[in-house]
């Protein structure tokens, strides 16, 4: 009698980890087990996939920023009045930078450091109802980079009106 209870448990105890599989895979084919586990290792090796484009992404944007600031450095020591200055009005300006991957977005801002630019920008984004997966944000020079990952509606899922639309809520901030 053990064992027939021992093997119902289990079977229950797979069935419920079943049940937690296919509530975190998205897009499941078919309810059999076979075709839950074969769309969940799908779903894994996507999600591995925007990882590795996430981090090349990030490598690419870290060699730019770091080109960046050392052509900076260099500009502003061998540089006269004039030429400081407009370097200054260049670091002003605000930067976005907007990548669709699938259901994502990669969002990259480069501002001056000044009133807060990270709370700002988040405060854009949940002003627009996204979902945040990731956000970075580094301080360089005085120049503040935010990388953040937001899940995007589908009407929205265009680089172009997404810029304008997080553009428009930043600006109505000021």
């Known amino acids: ?38 769309d969940a290792v799908d779903y894994i090796n ?30 502003v020591t061998t540089s006269t009045v004039v030429d ?23 969002i990259r801002v480069q501002s001056e450091n000044v009133n807060h630019p990270g709370a700002r920008l988040m405060s854009a984004l949940k002003d627009l109802e996204f979902q945040v997966h990731h956000a970075s944000i580094s301080c360089v020079n005085e120049v503040m980079v935010q990388d953040v990952v937001v899940q995007v509606p589908k009407e929205m899922r265009n680089e ?7 553009l428009m809520r930043l600006d109505d901030q000021e």
């Open 46 to 75: 996507e999600l591995k996939a925007k990882i590795k484009d996430f981090e090349s992404e990030k490598k690419r944007e870290s060699k730019r920023v770091k080109m960046e600031t050392m052509d900076n450095q260099s500009t």
């Open 1 to 38: 009698m053990n064992h027939v209870e021992a093997e119902r448990q289990r079977r229950e105890k797979l069935n419920h980890r079943f049940y937690a599989l296919r509530a975190v895979v998205p897009n499941v084919s078919r309810m059999d087990k076979a075709s839950l586990l074969s």
């Open 84 to 106: 400081q200055k407009r370097h200054c009005n260049s670091v002003n300006a605000l930067e976005i930078d907007v990548k669709i991957i699938g259901n994502d977005a990669m």
């Open 160 to 166: 172009d009106s997404l810029k304008s639309a997080i």
